[in-house]
Antibody, heavy 116, light 111 residues
Framework: QVQLQESGPGLVRPSETLSLTCTVSGGSIPNNYWSWVRQSPGKGLEWIGYVFYTGTTNYNPSLKSRVIISVDTSKNQFSLKLTSVTAADTAVYYC??????????WGQGIPVTVSS | QSVLTQPPSMSGAPGQRVTISCTGNSSNLGATYPVHWYQQLPGTAPKLLIYSNNNRPPGVPDRFSGSNSGTSASLAITGLQADDAADYYCQSYDSSLKAWVFGGGTKLTVL
């Protein structure tokens, strides 16, 4: 069974860059798509983007200008960078395995607060 | 507000049947993109409950079933149990937004 675990800072200053990593175990990065999804009280669940093991990415157009998702197959990890954050980016961030049009395995989530 | 519309809350007594609706438009459910459902217990991550309209992953009881028609979809739960109390989310793809989208979630209370 695939397991995912998010890691990274829980507090980010406004205008700075949010950086998170997802470590995959029980399965391998290759041949799969890997997504980031966030959940905030104000906007509910929001898909951020995905990365394929080759490095191909696809981002939510609403966040595209600020998002970079990358993959490191040697470490079985993929990462999220969200630049120029504001309080509106405060949320629980989940990494998930993306199969076709749905998400079959999720990490436990990591809360991130944007505040000075 | 969310692209897919769900009732904010519903309730039912143990043993009853409840149906949670999910309404979209011509860019998502109406465009025949499949709908998927997730269950989120308090303090945990969403868990895949139904995929591709009416398929259950291994381990999901057959008390849970999905259906869809036109721009709407439904999740039915029969034989309601206390541990079914959770938030339920529908999800699909929207061709206009070019993004995978979620409903706002329905909080199910078991009386």
């Amino acid at each position: 069974q695939v397991q995912l675990q998010e890691s990274g800072p829980g507090l980010v200053r406004p205008s700075e860059t949010l950086s998170l990593t997802c470590t995959v175990s029980g399965g391998s990065i290759p041949n799969n798509y890997w997504s980031w999804v966030r959940q905030s009280p104000g906007k509910g669940l929001e898909w951020i983007g995905y990365v394929f093991y080759t490095g191909t990415t696809n981002y939510n157009p609403s966040l595209k200008s600020r998002v970079i998702i990358s993959v490191d197959t040697s470490k079985n990890q993929f990462s999220l960078k969200l630049t120029s954050v504001t309080a509106a980016d405060t949320a629980v961030y989940y990494c998930a395995k993306h199969v076709g049009n749905y998400f079959d395995f999720w990490g436990q989530g990591i809360p991130v607060t944007v505040s000075s | 507000q969310s692209v897919l519309t769900q009732p904010p809350s519903m309730s039912g007594a143990p043993g009853q049947r409840v149906t949670i609706s999910c309404t979209g438009n011509s860019s998502n459910l109406g465009a025949t993109y499949p709908v998927h459902w997730y269950q989120q217990l308090p303090g945990t991550a969403p868990k895949l409950l139904i995929y591709s309209n009416n398929n259950r992953p291994p381990g999901v009881p057959d008390r849970f079933s999905g259906s869809n028609s036109g721009t709407s979809a439904s999740l039915a739960i029969t034989g309601l149990q206390a541990d079914d109390a959770a938030d339920y989310y529908c999800q699909s793809y929207d061709s206009s937004l070019k993004a995978w989208v979620f409903g706002g979630g329905t909080k199910l209370t078991v009386l």
